[in-house]
């Protein structure tokens, strides 16, 4: 046999086709994996991709753009329309009564030409703690009264004997019942240079005795304003005179009738003391100079 011809021979032996045919069959196992395992490499990179997307966010629900709704309980009702009634004026409320004014002493007006102080006016003084209690307060008369001038006169002249001394003299008066008989007593203040001093000056206390007056007291040295008190001495009222001036220091003096007169001069009297408030009737509370009051007719 020839060397040419053994190729032949070979390839179509029985042998070679069957590693020819395992050849195959591992290239073919080989393809398959290598497609196994492109497939699977693509799936996992689309999982992967997948994955690491960011996931979108939802908003969350507005409350205007999906409201609650409103339970029928929560709804208001309808008030009911009440009918108007007309109006009432308020009653006028009644004013309490007005107390007494009480003016302030001018500020050029302390010292008159004569030299004499201006007194002050109401409300009271109150030295040493002295508490006012309830107090009435009375305005002094304005009009001249016949009688009274006859009796200062016959008073007063009677002490000096010189009717020229009286010329500037001028008076005002209350008239208060001091002894409850029913006739007021008239309390006459004199003011003028005859009359008055540093210290006060001077008041009459006239009884009335028919058509004229007859004199019960004259006290010196009296400073207003004069206290009526409601307590009493011999049946006649108690009386409470500011003191001041001449040296003395500012208090109440009490003046108590002993039977015949009352004290001539509230210095001597026994203070009122501030145990109590100090009640009773005022009067003479107006301001005092020697300008005011009633020009005596001679």
Same mark, same amino acid.
């Given at each position: 046999?020839?060397?040419?011809?053994?190729?032949?021979q070979?390839?179509?032996?029985?042998?070679?086709g069957?590693?020819?045919? +395992? @050849?195959? %069959?591992?290239?073919?196992?080989?393809?398959?994996?290598? *497609?196994t395992?492109?497939?699977?490499?693509k &799936?996992? =990179?689309?999982?992967?991709?997948?994955?690491?997307?960011?996931?979108?966010?939802?908003?969350?629900?507005?409350?205007?753009?999906?409201?609650?709704?409103?339970?029928?309980?929560?709804?208001?009702?309808?008030?009911?329309?009440?009918p108007?009634?007309?109006?009432?004026?308020?009653?006028?409320?009644?004013?309490?009564?007005?107390?007494?004014?009480?003016?302030?002493?001018?500020e050029?007006?302390s010292?008159?030409?004569?030299?004499?102080?201006?007194?002050?006016?109401?409300?009271?003084?109150t030295?040493?703690g002295?508490r006012l209690?309830?107090?009435?307060?009375?305005?002094s008369?304005?009009?001249a009264?016949?009688?009274?001038?006859?009796?200062?006169?016959?008073?007063?002249?009677?002490?000096?004997?010189d009717?020229? +001394? @009286?010329? %500037?003299?001028?008076?005002?008066?209350?008239?208060?019942? *001091?002894?409850d008989?029913?006739?007021?007593? &008239?309390? =006459?203040?004199?003011m003028?240079?005859y009359?008055?001093?540093?210290?006060?000056?001077?008041?009459?206390?006239?009884?009335?005795?028919?058509?004229?007056?007859?004199?019960?007291?004259?006290?010196?040295?009296?400073?207003?304003?004069?206290?009526?008190?409601?307590d009493?001495?011999?049946?006649?009222?108690?009386?409470?005179?500011?003191?001041?001036?001449g040296?003395?220091?500012?208090?109440?003096?009490?003046?108590?009738f002993?039977?015949?007169?009352?004290?001539?001069?509230?210095?001597?009297?026994?203070?009122?003391?501030?145990?109590?408030?100090?009640?009773?009737?005022?009067?003479?509370?107006?301001?005092?100079?020697p300008?005011?009051?009633?020009?005596?007719?001679?």
């Open positions: 046999m020839s060397r040419s011809a053994l190729p032949l070979v390839v179509r032996s029985p042998r070679w069957k590693c020819f045919a +395992l @050849l195959i %069959s591992t290239a073919l196992m080989a393809a398959t994996l290598s *497609l395992a492109c497939d699977s490499r &799936a996992t =990179v689309s999982t992967t991709t997948r994955t690491t997307e960011p996931t979108p966010v939802q908003p969350s629900p507005s409350p205007l753009s999906s409201p609650t709704p409103i339970a029928s309980s929560e709804i208001p009702k309808p008030v009911p329309a009440t108007s009634k007309p109006l009432t004026p308020p009653a006028a409320t009644p004013k309490p009564a007005a107390r007494p004014s009480t003016p302030q002493p001018d050029d007006s010292v008159q030409p004569d030299g004499l102080a201006v007194y002050p006016d109401s409300p009271l003084p030295p040493d002295i209690g309830q107090i009435e307060y009375r305005s008369a304005t009009a009264d016949a009688a009274l001038e006859a009796a200062i006169v016959n008073i007063m002249v009677d002490r000096s004997g009717k020229s +001394l @009286l010329e %500037s003299m001028r008076y005002t008066y209350n008239r208060v019942d *001091l002894n008989d029913g006739a007021p007593e &008239a309390l =006459v203040y004199l003028g240079s009359t008055c001093g540093s210290g006060g000056c001077t008041m009459l206390i006239l009884e009335p005795a028919g058509q004229s007056y007859e004199m019960v007291s004259r006290m010196t040295l009296v400073n207003p304003p004069v206290v009526i008190a409601q009493t001495t011999a049946g006649w009222k108690d009386l409470m005179i500011f003191v001041e001036g040296g003395a220091t500012p208090h109440y003096a009490r003046l108590q002993d039977g015949s007169s009352y004290p001539s001069n509230p210095s001597i009297a026994p203070p009122v003391t501030s145990e109590a408030p100090l009640n009773g009737t005022a009067i003479l509370t107006e301001k005092m100079t300008a005011d009051g009633i020009k005596i007719k001679l």
